[in-house]
């Protein structure tokens, strides 16, 4: 077993003794919490026993004088005492509503360049913005060479937008620790204050405190998360001319719109980002005592001489994934001049996220095979750096769970599926209905399996999680963006799969189709309303929301009469196509039915382990043709044999 490069984990980690007090501990809740409760309960122990013994001690002291132990309080008149009590209650409501609308501190949280651990060679997965970064950092530290010699002018902002998760703020700290200048961390939300005009208080001082450090350091970068909470679009109506299909728009603004506080707020926020080179006390103070003298001067003998104002270098980064909502305004060449987008990383991305995050957890020899680790960051498809992270840690907890002190590949696959789909709930299935999900998973998997060219089968299972009674996972062997006709129609078939095969077996389907059936519409609707894969080329995404029309689009393909016996054909023909597979291969279904009713679950090569016996006990599989069944011509047939 590998351990992970973390002192601490490998002292846990240690001896197999030391493991089972560790996991008994962990799977107890209590190791780490523990320890901090007891650190924390010790200190109020000895804070009050000081506290005791030091009163004592003054008490002692008194009596020893023959004073008593306490001193006795002066002597008031009781309507004093009591116009005391209403001042004070008046002074504490005072109080309370005037501090609060005078709490204009920033929300900012300074932190200094040795403070953060994580550098940009520790940001793994993000090549193309960790590239992007350097060349802004690299004007950024050669700021004055790049103003006075180049005549250019640095960025001023760079706004990151992607999912959550996918390495934002990481990317910003790692920022920080490169260039060596105070960052100063705030999220938008802190910005936002119940009374009104508090909020712009609150950017303005941000500002104010990013400048200063900005003077005192030599720069300063400052990050604002979530910035779509307080930089939203300001109210207005967008419309557009119908002579030039929608190229050109305006907006017009309704009566009363600018003085919310909302779009006060937005206003704030650009004079900022525009004002970052404020003139100094010195310089304002020169700046009056000009205009003063000036007053009482001649025209010719007028002072000129302006002190020239001080350069800030401040660098702003936000974060949102909802850039779509920010005010177009913030985005325009001198605010936010460059925008990053972080997707959820590629295949090759994943695989360097995956040897990362492995090398720190602990994990059983198998996950250290290249193929092994292949296939993973293949299958986690879609999974952003924070998911990934948070997979393996899913991952170790099952394995202490089963009394292992590293995780296994099927403990991740038990991760993901609970991520995914949700727990195992252990229901008690009746023989018929055991017999029924495992007759409608293996009917998909063999389906899949004879249709599904270059995929991977992952999981079959019939165990209940949460509104799944079973469960296909398959995935692509390798990394696909765009898919051909014939492989959409591959994937109805799949989906009818099911289906097909409790007609086959039972005579009728249940209710277990609803889901296939929801996926199958929407890909037969896609097909013929957006893809122009029908008789029309028209696409119905291209109807914009109106009084007529949704943003539906299996709504719009059900809606026109053409379209909706096109798609319809579609699924038709998929599902005899499915009927068929299911007929050539019933060996082979069969003996995935009795596996799942006598394991609940396969995995990976368990699966491909059970077609390939049932295979070779007949050597040959029949499978129609693609183009055959969806034409209703005869069926042709090729040889699955194993390579």
């Known amino acids: ?29 209590r190791a780490d919490v523990e320890r901090v409760r007891g650190r924390t309960l010790r200190g109020r122990l000895v804070r009050a026993i000081l506290f005791i013994a030091a009163l ?20 008031i008149d009781p309507a004093i005492l009591l116009i005391m009590v209403v001042v004070l209650a008046q002074v504490a409501l005072a109080s309370a509503m005037i501090l609060p609308m005078m709490s204009g501190k920033p ?47 640095p960025r001023r902002g760079v706004l990151f937008e992607g999912p959550p998760g996918t390495g934002k703020t990481y990317l910003a700290k790692a920022m920080a620790k490169r260039a060596g200048v105070p960052f100063l961390f705030a999220s938008a939300s802190q910005f936002q204050n119940v009374y009104f005009g508090m909020t712009q208080v609150r950017i303005r001082r941000f500002f104010k405190k990013l400048r200063k450090a900005a003077m005192k350091e030599g720069g300063a970068i400052g990050f604002i998360e979530e910035i779509d909470s307080i930089g939203g679009t300001r109210g207005g109506v967008a419309t557009s001319s ?56 001649p025209t010719e003998w007028r002072l000129h001489g302006a002190s020239k104002v001080p350069y800030h270098n401040v660098l702003v980064i936000a974060a949102t994934n909802r850039a779509s909502t920010l005010d177009p305004a913030l985005l325009r060449p ?13 295949n090759k991305a994943r695989r360097d996220l995956v040897d990362f995050f492995l090398a720190r ?19 986690i498809l879609g999974y952003t750096p924070a998911m990934i992270e948070h997979l393996f840690d899913e991952a170790l907890v099952v394995a202490l769970r089963n009394g292992r002190d590293g995780m296994t590949l099927p403990d991740i696959y038990e991760a993901k599926m609970t991520s995914e789909i949700g727990l195992r709930q252990p229901v008690k299935y009746t023989q018929q209905e055991r017999l029924a999900i495992a007759t409608h998973e293996a009917g998909h998997a063999t389906v899949a399996h004879a249709l599904g060219e270059d995929q991977r089968l992952e999981v079959l299972s019939i165990i209940k999680r949460q509104a799944s009674l079973g469960l296909l996972a398959r995935s692509d062997t390798e990394e696909r963006f765009t898919r051909s006709r014939s492989e959409l129609e591959a994937s109805i078939a799949i989906a009818l799969g099911g289906m097909a095969a409790e007609e086959a077996y039972f005579g009728e389907s249940g209710t277990g189709p609803s889901g296939d059936l929801t996926t199958a519409t929407q890909l037969a609707a896609t097909m013929i309303g957006a893809l122009g894969m029908g008789k029309s080329l028209l696409s119905f995404e291209a109807v914009a929301d109106g009084p007529v029309s949704t943003t539906n689009l299996v709504g719009k393909v059900m809606g026109d009469g053409d379209a909706k016996r096109e798609a319809e054909g579609i699924l038709t023909a998929q599902k005899e196509r499915a009927l068929e597979v299911i007929a050539a291969n019933r060996d082979v279904l069969e003996a995935l039915r009795d596996a799942l009713v006598g394991r609940d679950e396969l995995i990976g090569d368990e699966i491909t382990d059970v077609i390939w016996k049932a295979i070779r006990a007949r050597n040959v599989v029949v499978v129609p043709d693609a183009r055959s069944a969806a034409e209703g011509s005869k069926v042709s047939s090729r040889l699955l044999v194993e390579e």
């Open 1 to 29: 077993m590998k351990q992970p490069n973390k002192a601490a984990a490998a002292e846990t980690a240690s001896s197999g003794d030391d493991f089972e007090e560790v996991s008994r501990h962990v799977l107890q809740g």
């Open 56 to 75: 004592d001690a003054w008490m002692l002291y008194r009596t020893s004088k023959g004073e008593t132990a306490l001193p006795g309080l002066p002597h």
């Open 107 to 153: 929300p900012a949280r300074l932190v200094r360049p040795e403070e953060i651990e994580i550098g940009l060679d520790q940001v793994v997965g993000l090549d193309s913005q960790v590239d992007e970064v350097r060349r802004t950092l690299d004007v950024f530290l050669a700021y004055k060479t790049f103003r006075e010699k180049l005549g250019g002018n």
């Open 242 to 297: 119908p002579l030039d299909g929608g190229l050109s728009s305006r907006t017009v603004s309704w009566f009363g719109n600018m003085n919310s506080d909302g779009a006060g707020i937005v206003n704030e926020l650009l004079v900022q980002m525009q004002s970052f080179d404020d003139p100094g006390r010195w310089s304002r103070f020169w700046g009056r005592f000009v205009t003063w003298a000036n007053g009482y001067l």
């Open 334 to 346: 001198g605010r936010f001049d460059r925008r990053l987008v972080f997707d959820p990383p590629s």
């Open 361 to 379: 957890k602990a994990h059983e020899p198998e996950l250290d095979q290249e193929e092994t680790r292949d296939r993973l960051s293949h299958e």
